[in-house]
């Protein structure tokens, strides 16, 4: 193949990455830009099954039960619970069973207040994002119950952003506390259980 025949090549693949490649990066940036709180908008759900970008507009949401007992996507809640920072992706399924309702508001990242000058307290579940809610460093991570006892055990992760790829995860059931290392702009995914928010589990990361 001459050098005429080369270029002549070289360019046609270039068109071609271009035109072929160009739509399916714009709809990629595209999608992941309108995951954010600032796109998020409030409303309030009741039982039924939502589609994310025809029911809900795609964004990153704080769940809070208005009314009622409701069962969000095999997770019971009660009323006043709330499920922070969920990022909901276009064509995604939301189901809410039970007698009551949900509403959803763009995600605020509230800091965390440090309680007694030794210990950050979550009293949600959900995504907490590292350097904006809780300092970056190292912890010693662990859990409390007020009353009545529950079978189930927290569950928490460490991720590089909402719901991506798993770095640490901790199940407390052979340790009652793990020292852990939190990065700035790393997620810490709580979850009192995995089938239940309950009320008088309190998880609590003491600065080291």
Do not use: C, W
Not at 10 to 19: N, P, T
Not at 98 to 105: P, Y
Not at 145 to 152: A, H, L, S
Request: proline share 4%.
């Amino acid at each position: 193949m001459n050098k005429f025949k080369v270029t002549i090549f070289i360019l046609l693949a270039v068109i071609f990455v271009v035109f072929i490649g160009l739509p399916y990066a714009t709809n990629f940036i595209g999608k992941n830009e309108s995951v954010s709180p600032d796109n998020a908008e409030k409303q309030t759900l009741q039982k039924g099954e939502y589609i994310v970008g025809e029911d809900i507009k795609p964004g990153v949401y704080d769940f809070k039960v208005l009314k009622g007992d409701i069962t969000y996507n095999s997770v019971q809640l009660s009323l006043g619970d709330k499920v922070l920072a969920q990022k909901l992706t276009e064509q995604e399924h939301i189901v809410v069973e039970g007698r009551g309702s949900v509403e959803l508001s763009p995600a605020k990242f509230d800091p965390l207040t440090l309680k007694n000058d030794d210990q950050y307290i979550i009293d949600h579940s959900g995504n907490y994002k590292i350097g904006t809610q809780i300092p970056e460093g190292e912890y010693t991570l662990s859990y409390t119950v007020k009353g009545e006892k529950q079978n189930e055990k927290p569950f928490i992760q460490v991720l590089p952003e909402i719901r991506g790829d798993v770095l640490e995860s901790f199940q407390f059931e052979k340790k009652e506390n793990y020292n852990i290392t939190l990065k700035s702009n790393y997620i810490l995914e709580v979850h009192k259980s995995l089938f239940e928010e309950y009320d008088n589990v309190l998880i609590k990361l003491s600065p080291q």
